[in-house]
Protein backbone atom coordinates (compact mmCIF):
# COMPACT_ATOMS: atom_id res chain seq x y z
CA UNK A 1 0.00 0.00 0.00
CA UNK A 2 3.09 2.40 0.82
CA UNK A 3 4.65 1.08 -2.55
CA UNK A 4 1.34 2.18 -4.16
CA UNK A 5 0.98 5.62 -2.83
CA UNK A 6 4.49 6.42 -3.65
CA UNK A 7 4.16 5.22 -7.37
CA UNK A 8 0.95 7.48 -7.50
CA UNK A 9 2.43 10.58 -6.16
CA UNK A 10 5.69 9.87 -8.03
CA UNK A 11 3.09 9.52 -11.09
CA UNK A 12 1.58 13.15 -10.42
CA UNK A 13 4.73 14.68 -9.97
CA UNK A 14 5.75 13.69 -12.85
CA UNK A 15 2.82 14.42 -15.11
CA UNK A 16 2.71 17.90 -13.50
CA UNK A 17 6.13 18.79 -14.34
CA UNK A 18 5.82 17.89 -17.44
CA UNK A 19 2.28 20.01 -18.00
CA UNK A 20 4.16 22.96 -16.38
CA UNK A 21 7.30 22.60 -18.21
CA UNK A 22 5.60 22.08 -22.18
CA UNK A 23 2.80 24.57 -22.00
CA UNK A 24 3.93 28.26 -23.25
CA UNK A 25 0.01 29.13 -24.09
CA UNK A 26 -2.41 30.00 -22.27
CA UNK A 27 -5.00 27.20 -23.44
CA UNK A 28 -2.83 24.63 -24.88
CA UNK A 29 -1.91 21.50 -22.82
CA UNK A 30 1.20 19.62 -23.84
CA UNK A 31 2.37 16.85 -21.99
CA UNK A 32 6.48 15.17 -23.00
CA UNK A 33 5.90 17.12 -26.48
CA UNK A 34 2.06 15.78 -27.34
CA UNK A 35 -0.64 18.03 -27.27
CA UNK A 36 -3.65 16.75 -25.44
CA UNK A 37 -6.77 16.71 -27.45
CA UNK A 38 -9.91 18.02 -25.95
CA UNK A 39 -8.25 20.23 -23.74
CA UNK A 40 -8.27 24.01 -25.81
CA UNK A 41 -9.50 26.16 -23.10
CA UNK A 42 -8.25 27.86 -20.16
CA UNK A 43 -10.74 25.79 -17.66
CA UNK A 44 -10.53 22.41 -19.13
CA UNK A 45 -6.63 23.34 -18.16
CA UNK A 46 -7.87 23.98 -14.69
CA UNK A 47 -9.13 20.88 -14.34
CA UNK A 48 -6.78 18.80 -15.72
CA UNK A 49 -4.42 20.11 -13.00
CA UNK A 50 -6.86 19.78 -10.18
CA UNK A 51 -7.66 15.89 -11.36
CA UNK A 52 -3.62 15.70 -11.02
CA UNK A 53 -3.83 17.26 -7.66
CA UNK A 54 -6.63 14.64 -6.72
CA UNK A 55 -4.43 11.81 -7.69
CA UNK A 56 -1.54 12.88 -5.86
CA UNK A 57 -3.46 13.61 -2.74
CA UNK A 58 -5.05 10.28 -3.19
CA UNK A 59 -1.43 8.82 -3.62
CA UNK A 60 -0.21 10.38 0.20
CA UNK A 61 -3.48 9.25 1.60
CA UNK A 62 -2.07 5.56 0.79
CA UNK A 63 1.11 6.03 1.72
CA UNK A 64 0.46 7.39 5.19
CA UNK A 65 -2.25 4.70 5.63
CA UNK A 66 -0.31 2.43 4.74
CA UNK A 67 2.65 3.43 6.77
CA UNK A 68 0.34 3.93 9.94
CA UNK A 69 -0.99 0.41 9.50
CA UNK A 70 2.22 -0.41 9.15
CA UNK A 71 3.84 1.36 12.78
CA UNK A 72 0.80 -0.68 14.47
CA UNK A 73 1.38 -3.86 13.44
CA UNK A 74 4.71 -3.74 14.58
CA UNK A 75 3.79 -2.59 17.78
CA UNK A 76 1.03 -5.15 17.86
CA UNK A 77 3.38 -7.76 17.68
CA UNK A 78 6.04 -6.25 19.72
CA UNK A 79 3.65 -5.82 22.71
CA UNK A 80 2.38 -9.61 22.25
CA UNK A 81 6.17 -10.82 22.11
CA UNK A 82 6.56 -9.25 25.61
CA UNK A 83 3.33 -10.92 26.73
CA UNK A 84 4.17 -14.16 25.93
CA UNK A 85 7.85 -13.75 26.92
CA UNK A 86 6.12 -12.96 30.34
CA UNK A 87 3.46 -15.60 30.18
CA UNK A 88 6.25 -17.78 29.81
CA UNK A 89 8.40 -16.35 32.64
CA UNK A 90 5.51 -16.97 35.02
CA UNK A 91 4.57 -20.92 34.03
CA UNK A 92 8.32 -21.12 33.91
CA UNK A 93 8.19 -19.81 37.80
CA UNK A 94 5.16 -22.09 38.43
CA UNK A 95 6.57 -25.17 37.54
CA UNK A 96 9.89 -24.71 39.62
CA UNK A 97 7.36 -23.89 42.72
CA UNK A 98 5.26 -27.49 41.58
CA UNK A 99 8.73 -29.04 41.49
CA UNK A 100 9.76 -28.27 44.76
CA UNK A 101 6.90 -28.95 46.53
CA UNK A 102 6.54 -32.54 44.49
CA UNK A 103 10.61 -33.26 45.99
CA UNK A 104 9.32 -31.49 49.92
CA UNK A 105 6.62 -33.99 49.56
CA UNK A 106 8.74 -37.08 48.24
CA UNK A 107 10.97 -36.27 50.57
CA UNK A 108 8.56 -36.53 53.57
CA UNK A 109 7.15 -39.37 52.28
CA UNK A 110 8.89 -42.73 53.95
CA UNK A 111 8.26 -46.19 52.73
CA UNK A 112 7.70 -47.87 56.09
CA UNK A 113 4.39 -45.90 56.45
CA UNK A 114 2.17 -47.16 54.05
CA UNK A 115 -0.87 -45.04 55.74
CA UNK A 116 -1.86 -42.40 53.56
CA UNK A 117 -1.19 -38.98 55.06
CA UNK A 118 -4.18 -36.68 55.08
CA UNK A 119 -3.85 -32.58 54.13
CA UNK A 120 -3.80 -30.23 57.40
CA UNK A 121 -7.08 -28.81 55.53
CA UNK A 122 -9.30 -31.73 56.81
CA UNK A 123 -8.92 -31.59 60.31
CA UNK A 124 -11.06 -27.83 60.24
CA UNK A 125 -14.22 -27.26 60.69
CA UNK A 126 -16.31 -26.00 57.72
CA UNK A 127 -17.98 -22.70 58.27
CA UNK A 128 -22.21 -22.95 58.72
CA UNK A 129 -21.83 -26.18 59.80
CA UNK A 130 -22.95 -27.03 63.29
CA UNK A 131 -20.17 -27.96 65.69
CA UNK A 132 -21.08 -31.91 65.83
CA UNK A 133 -20.07 -31.84 62.08
CA UNK A 134 -17.74 -34.99 61.49
CA UNK A 135 -15.35 -34.10 58.78
CA UNK A 136 -14.99 -36.62 55.88
CA UNK A 137 -11.32 -38.10 55.16
CA UNK A 138 -10.49 -36.61 51.79
CA UNK A 139 -9.78 -38.97 48.35
CA UNK A 140 -5.73 -39.34 48.03
CA UNK A 141 -3.62 -39.07 44.47
CA UNK A 142 -1.70 -41.45 43.95
CA UNK A 143 0.62 -39.30 42.39
CA UNK A 144 1.82 -38.01 45.86
CA UNK A 145 2.18 -41.44 47.18
CA UNK A 146 4.51 -43.03 45.14
CA UNK A 147 8.14 -43.51 46.88
CA UNK A 148 10.27 -43.52 43.69
Excluded at 12 to 30: E, Q, R, S, Y
Excluded at 58 to 68: D, K, N, R, W
Amino acid sequence: MVFLGFLLVAAAITVGAGVVMDNTGPADLVVFGQAVPGLESEWQVFLSGAAVSLVFLVGMTLAYTGAARRIRNRRDLRDLREEHEESLTTLEMEKRRLERELARVRQNASPRNAAPREPAVQGARVAGRGSGARSQPAATSPFFDRTE
